[in-house]
T-cell receptor, first 119, second 111 residues
Framework: DTGVSQNPRHKITKRGQNVTFRCDPI?????LYWYRQTLGQGPEFLTY????????KSRLLSDRFSAERPKGSFSTLEIQRTEQGDSAMYLC?????????????????FGNGTRLTVT | GDSVTQMEGPVTLSEEAFLTINCTYT??????LFWYVQYPGEGLQLLLK?????DKGSNKGFEATYRKETTSFHLEKGSVQVSDSAVYFC??????????FGPGTRLSVLP
């Protein structure tokens, strides 16, 4: 179990530029989540995948945000035309959701996040 | 929608003091409840969980009991250590879908 890996750790970009983040989940996990966290706040849900299917998207996820999980393994989160309000920590998490009651409530395993600063 | 409320921090305690961090939730059904901890410079880690009413989750000396009648999941520890200094997040989910997190409570333990 190598844990959830996120790259890059830090990204500084100018307003209007596009950025892409990558997340590699724990290998046997079928669910992958993206969250955003700002200073002093808890993580805010953005979207999640079960295998390659994107099952839910938050209203926070404007049309400038897009996430993919091709082949049900790693995932990318792209932000187009970044704005200063996009500055935050972007967190990825994964879990194993099986069929039994315990598996349905499997906890999230988080990566260390990608810190985005938009100048 | 569903939400989680936590006591405001920061909470500052002396080593070996008793800890309580309050968490209450608003939910339409019966979610599973979690406490996550974030140590300085690290990612969020699961601390404990409870999946149904009256369940008690426990780990590393921390405990929390799922109270349906008061919609609460308060975190307690009998004797805190300096190494417990971290931010603690209460969270809920239905079947591992959208996890809803509280705002976090920062705990500082002084030697």
């Amino acid at each position: 179990d190598t844990g959830v890996s996120q790259n890059p750790r830090h990204k500084i970009t100018k307003r209007g530029q596009n950025v892409t983040f990558r997340c590699d989940p724990i290998s046997e996990h079928n669910r992958l989540y993206w969250y955003r966290q700002t200073l002093g706040q808890g993580p805010e849900f953005l979207t999640y995948f079960q295998n390659e299917a994107q099952l839910e998207k938050s209203r926070l996820l404007s049309d400038r945000f897009s996430a993919e999980r091709p082949k049900g393994s790693f995932s990318t989160l792209e932000i187009q035309r970044t704005e200063q309000g996009d500055s935050a920590m972007y967190l990825c998490a994964s879990s194993l959701a099986g069929q039994g009651p315990e598996a349905l409530n499997s906890p999230l395993h988080f990566g260390n996040g990608t810190r985005l600063t938009v100048t | 929608g569903d939400s989680v409320t936590q006591m405001e921090g920061p909470v500052t305690l002396s080593e070996e003091a008793f800890l309580t961090i309050n968490c209450t939730y608003t939910a339409t059904g019966y979610p599973s409840l979690f406490w996550y901890v974030q140590y300085p410079g690290e990612g969020l880690q699961l601390l404990l969980k409870a999946t149904k009413a009256d369940d008690k989750g426990s780990n590393k000396g921390f405990e929390a009991t799922y109270r349906k009648e008061t919609t609460s999941f308060h975190l307690e520890k009998g004797s805190v250590q300096v190494s417990d200094s971290a931010v603690y997040f209460c969270a809920l989910t239905y079947y591992g879908q959208n996890f809803v997190f509280g705002p976090g409570t920062r705990l500082s333990v002084l030697p």
